[in-house]
């Protein structure tokens, strides 16, 4: 059976702890190492699993390899010639084991996924109605974990770091959340000073 593993960009640069600005440069200076996808409205660049045994590979002994190496090792990657092995120029790379970092890196993607209730595009921490990119705008404003738990005290450490992970692994899409909770705005603003005038009144 095929394996049907595809991932983003995006999603493929927090697998292997890099950049996306790498990734895409990577993919951009190897013909044929992504496919495109119409999602909805629009295209995306994907990776399959021979393509992501191949950035592992590259990781592992890129740099020992020529251009025409890397060329050939994608090639063969593709090909799926070989379940064993891949042998390029003088390097005799294990495919399996290869494969199973690949695998073991893919597991933490899956995990977070798995971690998320509700509509995709908006998910909800896993039984809550806490809205994962609702935290994450929170971090990304400046909230450090144990302010963003003080407004949430429904939350633990671990939930809110969940959030903080899935959406750097999976941007929101449209209309981003306020990166300051309703509780540090009215703080902030100093609207409990008119609570004081409106009982004095």
């Given at each position: 059976m095929a394996d049907t593993t595809v991932l983003t960009l995006r999603e493929a640069a927090f697998v292997f702890g890099d950049s996306l600005k790498n990734i895409s440069r990577t993919v951009d200076e190897h013909a044929g190492l992504a496919v495109t996808l119409?999602?909805?409205?629009?295209?995306?660049r994907v990776l399959r699993m021979p393509d992501l045994i191949y950035l592992q590979a590259l990781n592992d002994v890129g740099h020992l390899l020529t251009p025409q190496g890397r060329r050939a090792l994608h090639e063969a990657l593709l090909s799926?010639?070989?379940?064993?092995?891949?042998?390029?120029?003088?390097?005799?790379?294990?495919?399996a084991q290869l494969r199973n970092e690949v695998v073991r890196r893919l597991g933490t993607l899956n995990r977070l996924k798995n971690s998320v209730d509700g509509n995709p595009d908006d998910p909800l921490?896993?039984?809550?109605?806490?809205?994962?990119?609702?935290?994450?705008?929170?971090?990304?404003?400046?909230a450090e974990i144990d302010a963003v738990l003080r407004d949430y005290?429904?939350?633990?450490?671990?939930?809110?770091?969940?959030?903080?992970?899935?959406?750097?692994a999976i941007p929101k899409k449209g209309r981003p959340y306020p990166?300051?909770?309703?509780?540090?705005?009215?703080?902030?603003?100093?609207?409990?000073?008119l609570d004081e005038l409106a009982v004095e009144e």
């Open positions: 119409t999602r909805g409205k629009r295209n995306v799926g010639r070989s379940a064993n092995q891949v042998i390029v120029g003088g390097f005799s790379l294990p495919l921490i896993k039984g809550t109605s806490v809205e994962v990119y609702r935290i994450s705008a929170l971090l990304d404003g400046g005290p429904g939350l633990t450490r671990a939930e809110v770091q969940l959030a903080s992970d899935y959406a750097r990166k300051i909770s309703f509780k540090r705005a009215i703080v902030t603003l100093g609207l409990d000073a």
